[in-house]
């Protein structure tokens, strides 16, 4: 097992991906710094509980297969032709940034049924208190 962090500017915020390398495949997450962190900053971050949660989330993240490099070497024409269609397969982007993507989506979908078992609770609650009042409008009360 390998990890890796690595520090970079994405324009507008400076944010840390920790990737753990193991038999093939990649999983990674992020922390957002905002500021450009300083050394000092760094240290107690890597010391701190700030890693620590870094590196359980990114062990927790879903694990997606690292590129693996051609061993032999290729015709220019052919490699450009294997570039451009990697490129419409998977779209630009390391194996950390596709980790990273799915790790969203599974939370995506996760937080989706989870709001759909609360909307299906509240219209049960609704439904009854509905029936109740119903049930007291009948008697009389």
């Known amino acids: 097992m390998r990890g890796v962090f690595t520090l970079y500017h994405?324009?507008?915020?400076?944010?840390?991906?920790?990737?753990?390398?193991?038999?093939?495949?990649?999983?990674?997450?992020?922390?957002?710094?905002?500021a450009e962190p300083t050394n000092a900053e760094l240290s107690a971050f890597a010391?701190?509980?700030?890693?620590?949660?870094?590196a359980d989330e990114a062990r927790a993240a879903?694990?997606?297969p690292a590129e693996q490099r051609p061993t032999a070497r290729l015709n220019a024409k052919r490699l450009a032709k294997l570039a451009k269609k990697a490129q419409d397969d998977e779209g630009i982007g390391t194996a950390a940034q596709r980790a990273l993507r799915d790790a969203?989506?599974?939370?995506?979908?996760?937080?989706k049924a989870a709001r759909?078992?609360?909307?299906?609770t509240e219209a049960t609650r609704r439904r009854a208190l509905a029936?109740?009042?119903?049930?007291?409008?009948?008697?009389?009360?």
């Open 10 to 34: 994405d324009g507008r915020f400076w944010i840390g991906v920790y990737e753990i390398h193991e038999d093939g495949l990649v999983r990674a997450a992020r922390h957002i710094f905002g």
């Open 47 to 54: 010391a701190g509980r700030g890693f620590a949660r870094l």
């Open 62 to 64: 879903p694990p997606t």
């Open 104 to 111: 969203v989506t599974q939370r995506a979908a996760e937080n």
């Open 116 to 120: 759909k078992r609360r909307a299906a």
């Open 131 to 141: 029936r109740a009042k119903a049930r007291a409008k009948h008697r009389g009360h």
